[in-house]
């Protein structure tokens, strides 16, 4: 059940020079002074909105981050309350993460010494930065353009390196700046829709649109942000409209498997609950599509209160006859499942959630969390061995056999881990997988709190093995090294 992999993104971090900005921190404004309610689904959880409505099966209300229905069933009661409206979980999610580079940079024509002074020495120069900032202060347009340029080098030196949190960061303040420009709007968009946060980034293409209707990279980062939100019809729409605009081999590509989706799921039934939208086969026993919802709600919380995040936008589950499966997903034929930014599952002949069935569930389901959680940069060692950890598989079976292929230096080496499976031998994947495994296993043994650290590197740091080192000061032979020792002291027998 890899497939995380299909879709973990462009790996070359292209040469991206400018951003910014962005007015207004998405996910910040509750309607202040409204009134709220609570939905009290069954599971304990919470929501708070207003304009609650009950139709057709559904609760809905409207939420800062839209609105949101969940289906009846899952519902225990609502709450009327005559407070003003709290806090709801700021909108993002489930990277439906397409390989799509950045828009093309926004030139600062003789900005090199402002960059130059913002970046030097492999590092941005934070004092500098304040300066170009003070100066913008006092409202002179070329102080306002030396601060955007002085932002869009600090963020194009944080992309460089691969920590879209700071470029993000950056790029905002830019954009604060220059609220107006178009690539500054573009660029932020870009970045929000890496972390998952489709809605916010809509926004600010809306506003990119206002002031360049016929933008070609407008339209392909719609679609992006259509096809995150599920909006298959959307997608499909904002995706043809870009290519006639400028046709781009990226958008081709993922227009061709937008199609594709929307085509096989036209008649599809659609169920959803707090945290998911899930499509299925009329086929399908409508009894097993809520049981797969019921079942990946608790999943979502347990799976968040271990590492400590949450995706913050519904994430699209369907449910496959294997035929349809097949077709869809064109992988290699030990896939069983697949996570490829929607959570795409073969449920021919079941009519209820078997073991295996909600095993195969919460492993994708991890994918989906650790994806958002790293910004689509998790090595794949890492994303399985977490979510097969998740799912509760332990090493037990595998132990003897992987101590003697590291006794013999016979174990794969975890660079060759980190990317793409899908090209591996058959003989290997199992292995892949088992190595993958022990690893988690061992560091959550050592302390659950290593593996969030460890999460949380990997989406700043260059390198997973740079992720590693800053996180647990181990490299990766270390690492391979401790996981052999913890499987022979906790399953093998000592001589
Ligand atoms: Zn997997």
């Known amino acids: 059940m890899p497939g995380w992999s299909l879709i973990r993104g462009t790996k070359k971090l292209r040469r991206w020079r400018t951003l910014a900005i962005l007015a207004v921190a998405v996910g910040a404004s509750a309607p202040a002074g409204a009134h709220a309610d609570t939905i009290v689904l069954k599971n304990g959880r919470r929501i708070v909105g207003d304009s609650v409505t009950r139709e057709y099966g559904k609760v809905s209300c409207e939420t800062p981050a839209g609105r949101i229905s969940i289906s009846e069933s899952l519902v225990l009661r609502i709450e009327k309350d005559d407070l003003p409206v709290a806090v709801y979980p700021p909108p993002n999610t489930s990277a439906a993460n397409l390989a799509i580079a950045p828009p093309p940079p926004d030139e600062h024509p003789g900005m090199e010494p402002v960059a130059r002074e913002a970046v030097h020495d492999g590092a941005i120069d934070r004092a500098a930065l304040a300066r170009f900032e003070a100066a913008a202060a006092s409202g002179s347009s070329e102080a306002v353009k030396r601060a955007v340029a002085a932002h869009s080098a600090a963020a194009d030196f944080s992309f460089a390196r691969g920590d879209l949190t700071a470029a993000l960061a950056q790029s905002e303040r830019a954009l604060a700046l220059d609220p107006g420009q178009v690539p500054l709007l573009l660029n932020v968009a870009y970045l929000r829709l890496r972390?998952?946060?489709?809605?916010?980034?809509?926004?600010?293409?809306?506003?990119?649109?206002?002031?360049?209707?016929?933008?070609?990279?407008a339209a392909k980062l719609a679609g992006w942000a259509d096809y995150g939100l599920n909006r298959l019809p959307q997608a499909v729409a904002e995706w043809k409209?870009?290519?006639?605009?400028?046709?781009?081999?990226?958008?081709?590509?993922?227009?061709?498997k937008a199609q594709q989706d929307l085509e096989v799921e036209s008649n599809y039934l659609e169920g959803e609950s707090a945290h998911f939208v899930l499509r299925y086969n009329g086929t399908a026993a409508p009894e097993l599509a809520r049981a797969v919802l019921l079942v990946l709600e608790d999943d979502f919380q347990s799976i968040a209160q271990n590492l400590e995040f949450a995706p913050r936008e519904p994430i699209a589950v369907i449910l496959y006859t294997s035929q349809a499966f097949g077709d869809i997903t064109r992988a290699p034929s030990w896939v069983g499942a697949l996570n490829d930014g929607r959570?795409?599952?073969?449920?021919?002949?079941?009519?209820?959630?078997?073991?295996?069935?909600?095993?195969?569930?919460?492993?994708?389901?991890?994918?989906?969390?650790?994806?958002?959680?790293?910004?689509?940069?998790?090595?794949?060692?890492?994303?399985?061995?977490?979510?097969?950890?998740?799912?509760?598989?332990r090493s037990g079976d595998s132990a003897a056999a992987l101590v003697a292929l590291y006794d013999r230096h016979d174990d794969l080496s975890l660079?060759?881990?980190?990317?793409?499976?899908?090209?591996?031998?058959?003989?290997?994947?199992?292995?892949?997988?088992?190595?993958?495994?022990?690893?988690?296993?061992?560091?959550?043994?050592?302390?659950?709190?290593?593996?969030?650290?460890?999460?949380?590197?990997?989406?700043?740091?260059?390198t997973p093995e740079g992720a590693l080192r800053s996180s647990q000061h181990l490299d990766y032979s270390e690492v391979t090294r401790a996981t052999a020792e913890y499987l022979r002291s906790t399953y093998l027998r000592r001589p």
Do not use: N
């Open 415 to 462: 660079t060759l881990l980190e990317g793409t499976w899908m090209s591996l031998p058959g003989e290997v994947v199992g292995q892949a997988y088992a190595w993958s495994l022990a690893i988690v296993e061992a560091m959550e043994a050592s302390g659950p709190a290593d593996i969030e650290r460890l999460l949380e590197r990997v989406a700043v740091e260059v």
């Open 241 to 256: 409209r870009a290519q006639q605009l400028r046709p781009d081999a990226e958008v081709a590509k993922a227009l061709a």
């Open 195 to 217: 972390g998952g946060e489709y809605a916010g980034a809509l926004d600010l293409l809306d506003r990119a649109r206002r002031a360049a209707p016929d933008s070609a990279d």
């Open 343 to 393: 959570i795409r599952i073969p449920v021919q002949g079941l009519d209820s959630v078997t073991p295996e069935l909600a095993r195969v569930l919460k492993h994708e389901l991890t994918h989906s969390f650790v994806a958002e959680k790293t910004h689509g940069r998790c090595p794949v060692w890492l994303q399985e061995g977490l979510a097969q950890w998740m799912e509760g598989k």
